[in-house]
Nanobody, 118 residues
């Protein structure tokens, strides 16, 4: 059974930081490209960052310079360090895993809430 479990969300003041974690099980983690997405109320889910099997990262323009994605294949986990948080970063953040070859092997976590407010 595949599981992706996000953690690390919460309430933070503008300018603050949070580190999201996504622990996976039931997949060969090293074969999966990982992604972080977010969805704010009334909005579509949007891509925040991707972390490839080789550790290469790409970011949405809104995340560049503030967010850093990383992975630890030994821990089957992926992370998103978020700094200089803004109220517009408020959303539910989701972890996504897509097999590097078989893209239909595509899994999502349940999400973790991030709220940026004073």
């Amino acid at each position: 059974q595949v599981q992706l479990v996000e953690s690390g969300g919460g309430l933070v003041q503008p300018g603050g930081s949070l580190r999201l974690s996504c622990a996976t099980s039931g997949i060969t983690f090293s074969n999966y490209n990982m992604g972080w997405y977010r969805q704010a109320p009334g909005n579509q889910r949007e891509l925040v960052a991707t972390i490839s099997t080789g550790g290469h990262t790409n970011y949405a323009d809104s995340a560049k310079g503030r967010f850093t994605g990383s992975r630890d294949n030994a821990k089957n986990s992926v992370y998103l360090q978020m700094n200089s948080l803004k109220p517009e970063d408020t959303a539910v953040y989701y972890c996504n895993a897509v097999h590097r070859v078989i893209e239909s092997w595509n899994y999502w976590g349940q999400g973790t809430q991030v709220t940026v407010s004073s």
